[in-house]
């Protein structure tokens, strides 16, 4: 996969299924990928990114506990 692909707003929830104030606030936090500001009002996030996010996830989840 092209590690330079970008997703939008819409394609990042989808992905992830959290909400955008959750995703602002986890971000500011430091706990999920940085955006990438394209414009004035437009915003992405590297594909690749947020793989690699969700797979550190799932990594870090302790089956027991689910």
Same mark, same amino acid.
Request: aromatic share 10%; no cysteine; net charge positive.
């Given at each position: 996969?092209? /590690?330079?692909?970008?997703?939008?707003?819409?394609? &990042? =929830?989808?992905?992830? +299924?959290?909400? $955008?104030?959750? @995703?602002? /606030?986890?971000?500011?936090?430091?706990?999920?990928? &940085? =955006?990438?500001?394209? +414009?004035?009002? $437009?915003?992405? @996030?590297?594909?690749?990114?947020?793989?690699?996010?969700?797979?550190? =996830?799932?990594?870090?989840?302790?089956?027991?506990?689910?």
């Amino acid at each position: 996969m092209n /590690r330079n692909y970008v997703i939008n707003e819409r394609e &990042r =929830r989808a992905i992830t +299924g959290i909400s $955008r104030s959750t @995703w602002h /606030r986890w971000e500011k936090a430091g706990l999920v990928p &940085r =955006r990438i500001q394209l +414009g004035p009002r $437009r915003v992405a @996030w590297y594909l690749a990114d947020i793989n690699d996010w969700l797979e550190e =996830r799932a990594r870090d989840t302790d089956p027991l506990t689910t």
